[in-house]
């Protein structure tokens, strides 16, 4: 099966910073990854699908990209509301993994 | 607006059975496919199953294939998960998904989820 990794696997930043995480597949799997945010508490919301399409609602300093093994998420300036967990999870072929998250918090 | 109630959870010993289910709500369910993801308590996220908008493709994680079985009642809007041979490791909440497309895909609306304890 595919493996999903993820880096880091926590951050600290300031208010206002820039913020990149990445998710790296074991084997290419085109664009079929996607991102979520969880914050404490909460169920999942779903952040992009298709490496880079962002979900309706969701605020534009979230982005995503890449192709193939390797993508990111970036947060072009950090919120206090973006303290959350962040998975990717890749859904090209059956077992649809999720990556083991990236906690995100603020400094 | 999208609704999403799982039910079915509960204490069962190791080696036992449950059956959860998911009523859906705000949709046309018969075109979408649902997942089900899990979360063991202070864990990441698992998925652990999908069926297509038809119910033809079925998938299921390699943790659980063998044990579980996902179905779909399109009459009742309600998808289900059979969990049989239970084990401690299953224990966790599991949250029913819609998915964004009639195959299996990232899931754009979740549930709150239903807790399941396997402990003797």
């Not at chain 1, 493996?3 to 998710?23: E, H, K, N």
């Not at chain 1, 991102?35 to 169920?43: H, I, L, N, R």
């Not at chain 1, 390797?70 to 072009?76: E, G, N, Q, V």
């Amino acid at each position: 099966d595919i493996q999903m990794t993820q880096s880091p696997s926590s951050l600290s930043a300031s208010v206002g910073d820039r913020v990149t995480i990445t998710c790296r597949a074991s084997q290419g799997i085109s664009n079929y990854l996607a991102w979520y945010q969880q914050k404490p508490g909460k169920v999942p919301k779903l952040l992009i699908y298709g490496a880079y399409t962002l979900q309706s609602g969701v605020p534009s300093r979230f982005s995503g990209s890449g192709s193939g093994t390797d993508f990111t998420l970036t947060i072009s300036s950090l919120q206090p509301e973006d303290v959350a967990t962040y998975y990717c999870q890749r859904y090209n072929s059956a077992p649809f993994t999720f990556g083991p998250g990236t906690k995100v918090d603020i400094k | 607006e999208v609704q999403l109630l799982e039910s079915g959870g509960g204490l069962v010993q190791p080696g036992g059975s449950l059956r959860l289910s998911c009523a859906a709500s705000g949709f046309t369910f018969s075109s979408y496919a649902m997942s089900w993801v899990r979360q063991a308590p202070g864990k990441g996220l698992e998925w652990v199953s999908g069926i297509s908008s038809s119910g033809g493709s079925t998938y299921y994680a390699d943790s659980v294939k063998g044990r579980f079985t996902i179905s779909r009642d399109s009459s009742r809007n309600t998808v289900y998960l059979q969990m049989n041979s239970l084990r401690a490791e299953d224990t966790a909440v599991y949250h029913c998904a819609k998915d964004r497309w009639g195959h299996s895909s990232s899931c754009d609306y979740w549930g709150q989820g239903t807790l399941v304890t396997v402990s003797s």
